[in-house]
């Protein structure tokens, strides 16, 4: 029989080249698959079984709190996109067209969705009539679509799958705490599942979503200093429902437009989770969604009782509730240790002849590479307490990360020798004014991240125009 | 404050228009809503509910099967469409396609998937390569789109939600033996959670998937006695293989093409439930996929304990894990009765001031009608106990449906006269050939739903053109 064994290769080191190093790991976890279509990319088993897990926290928590799961149509007619003013300037120039159904010219385009409020707008102007029919909370899990120039796995697809948040309200206040609720569910998912620490914060009006009144966000620090907008919740106002002739009596029997939000976050957040905790032997997940928790591996496993012993440890830790496998093929226990390195596997259980006289294991953890030897009796328990250990190390280092990599600048010459040299996030005061805005990303080539809610008084003036400051602002590069 | 109560409307009787009564129901129960694009609905918070509970059994079957869930791209160049000839004479005609990305055209025209066969080849050339690489059981939830000219809510969808498994193997024998395997899986979901009973069967060479050897189907009959196709699976050998050229170097060392499979079943179903369980009130949900099986509902809420003992039992129902909501508005017990009748909730809990005097409450069932006083000690069991009566109930009721409907005829004539006078499923021996299978069509409107696993001999020769005959055939009327 041949002896095909796949070779886990040699990924680029982080520091020699961060964007192939990220490249490289996409392809040796068994991520992503290109297809025939640039930027729409295969989310093979590994990936899905990931956003799966992040699904099931987000889902969960959207039901907790009252929203419930619908299902909107992929296509949108061009005249309904271009309702809303604002929306349609934002979104047209990146939506692809359907222009035939079949072998015939369909009478009006249809755009593959970009995202869905001028659908949800239009089947909230058919079922929301009365007081009694608000709030409406809709959350739909879906694909969509935006034609961009340049993709990267997860990163920057044309094609993304998402959650988008549509929520429908009677007043303004109602509407302005339901977006800061779901992006503090984002914040939560971020920090308490994949152990990304967040800044919270709100947009500048130039890096809003279009249409929207106001738009928050969390910005997480990745390990190359650049910023990732990983999840944002935008409040409407009611501009939407004006567009769209949203009405409904209110108790004081007078006809109103009610007030809406909505939020989003992708599988974006997987090229997040990677470029937070990767290293360069390959994918460190974070425990809580990692798919596969634990992998058990016999070494010699044919001496007697190993495979044996192995199974038990399999039932037992699966019977406990981890996610759990084992890898009993015939490959060699090194290529076995490099591959599930690479996967990202926090905890690999190793048990062979000699572990086994003793009555022990050996626990490897992925994410500082510690091996811990495990009484036999104890194996839930420890792992279970390694598994938070690990979640608790890898929040811990991205703080690091993060608070290392964060500097304060109160002149422009100082924001551009931060942004050339160390790179990372730069707290400045700000005027508020779009042209100074854009002076930032001309002289270092940063944007505004956030204004975070956690404001700072670093100085009465903006760096770039000298006029009185009116927030602070986060700036950096962006993916 | 003004008082808008909704009224529950009255809803065509079955018997009058059996189509209207469907739309009816489709609307009154708040299952979908029209867009602006004819043929893609919205699916609204209860429809999606429902699908999601189907989800939920299907998902954990899957996996328990070893099945892994991926994700592939929404849009399939046309070349690649192009690469299996029958695949795309099949569904060529009644694809969408995109032509425009942003504002420029493309070079190679996409379609948005009908389903994904296609990329799933293209997918596993890249990944398949070794013995050791097989099989691949995979398995996807998404949207697909089919340029459909006659629409109906969940019946015929032109964006319709499913899942397609696609799984490719070694050998002939291993992937038909999935394709049955999967099949069974579909009639378990319909037979034990949605209360329908199939008949297994094969489709005949005309009716079977475009591009497969073999397509096994199961066949519900609705109310009205026509035929609904509710899941399907293929056996494809290796011509998708083969025209995509994938090859595996097996362990004999020798290249060969493997063999696959397909596997779909859609929100169609949900068409299915309606039709087969519903009535002149509404809705009849099966207890165990039903998005609420227990509604409860205070009488006389105003007085004293009423609210609170309301409560108490929807808090020891969640607790005993039912899918349990109570309605505490200011509507009317009627108006509730009523609405969760149109909704198909198999319970309904009643407790008004007399019942809590005597320590009862009162349980009605959806299905029959029925009430029963029932002790507050004892709503958890008898809970338990009505549902489960409520499903077999449901199941029987149908299973009557169908063996009273289906005839056995051995000339045209007769299945002309059950066609045009009671309808149903017609039985009778066939030769074989599609050119007596058209016959059937012309003389008697109906059309092969399959050739059930379980053969009868009804007669030694083909009703059609006396030929002898080689298998015994079900004949319908299809959704």
Redesign the interface.
């Known amino acids: 029989?041949?002896q095909?064994k796949?070779q886990v290769e040699q990924i680029t080191s982080m520091e020699s080249d961060f964007a192939q190093w990220y490249t490289d790991v996409v392809k040796k976890a068994e991520l992503v698959?290109y297809?025939?279509?640039k930027g729409?990319?295969?989310?093979?088993?590994y990936a899905?079984?990931l956003?799966?897990n992040i699904q099931a926290v987000l889902d969960k928590k959207f039901k907790e709190l009252g929203h419930?799961?619908?299902?909107?149509?992929?296509?949108?007619?061009e005249?309904?996109l271009n309702k809303e003013k604002d929306h349609v300037e934002g979104f047209a120039?990146?939506?692809?067209?359907?222009?035939?159904?079949?072998?015939e010219p369909l009478q009006e385009r249809?755009c593959?969705r970009p995202t869905s409020e001028t659908?949800f707008c239009?089947?909230y102007a058919?079922?929301v009539h009365?007081w009694?029919d608000l709030p409406k909370l809709?959350n739909q899990w879906?694909?969509v679509?935006r034609?961009e120039k340049t993709t990267r796995p997860f990163l920057r697809h044309?094609?993304f799958?998402w959650q988008e948040g549509h929520t429908i309200h009677a007043t303004p206040e109602e509407a302005q705490a339901e977006t800061l609720r779901m992006l503090e569910v984002y914040a939560d998912l971020a920090e308490n599942y994949l152990a990304m620490p967040v800044i919270r914060g709100r947009k500048t009006d130039k890096e809003k979503f279009a249409g929207a009144e106001a738009t928050y966000t969390i910005e997480c620090m990745m390990h190359d200093r650049k910023a990732l907008q990983s999840g944002t919740s935008h409040y409407f106002g009611d501009g939407f429902a004006r567009a769209f002739e949203i009405l409904f009596?209110d108790?004081d029997?007078q006809l109103k437009n009610p007030f809406q939000t909505s939020w989003g976050l992708s599988t974006r957040i997987i090229g997040g989770i990677i470029m937070t905790h990767g290293d360069d032997s390959g994918l460190v997940l974070p425990p809580r969604i990692a798919p596969v928790q634990i992998v058990v591996i016999p070494v010699a496993a044919h001496k007697a009782g190993v495979s044996a012993a192995a199974d038990a440890l399999l039932s037992r830790l699966k019977a406990a509730g981890f996610r759990v496998k084992s890898d009993t093929s015939d490959q060699s226990p090194g290529w076995k240790f490099a591959e599930y390195e690479m996967k990202g596997v926090p905890l690999r259980l190793e048990i062979g002849p000699r572990d086994l006289e003793a009555g022990r294991c050996m626990m490897a953890r992925r994410d500082n590479g510690e091996k811990i030897s495990v009484a036999l009796d104890h194996v839930e328990t420890e792992a279970a307490r390694l598994l938070e250990e690990i979640h608790r190390g890898l929040f811990e280092k991205a703080r690091q990360n993060l608070s290392q990599n964060t500097f304060t600048a109160t002149t422009l010459e100082e924001v551009k020798a931060i942004a050339e040299g160390p790179g990372g996030f730069i707290k400045t005061m700000w005027c508020g004014d779009e042209a100074c805005e854009e002076k930032f990303k001309e002289a270092a080539g940063v944007t505004s991240r956030c204004m975070p809610f956690q404001q700072e008084n670093l100085g009465e003036t903006c760096p770039c125009c000298g006029k009185p400051a009116k927030h602070m602002v986060v700036w950096g590069v962006a993916y």
């Open positions: 029989m041949a095909e796949k698959d297809s025939g279509v729409c990319f295969v989310l093979r088993p899905y079984a956003w799966e419930e799961n619908v299902y909107m149509p992929v296509l949108i007619p005249s309904l120039p990146e939506v692809a067209w359907v222009t035939h159904g079949g072998s249809l593959v659908l239009d089947h058919h079922v009365s009694r809709y879906c694909s679509l034609w044309r094609e799958l009596t108790k029997n």
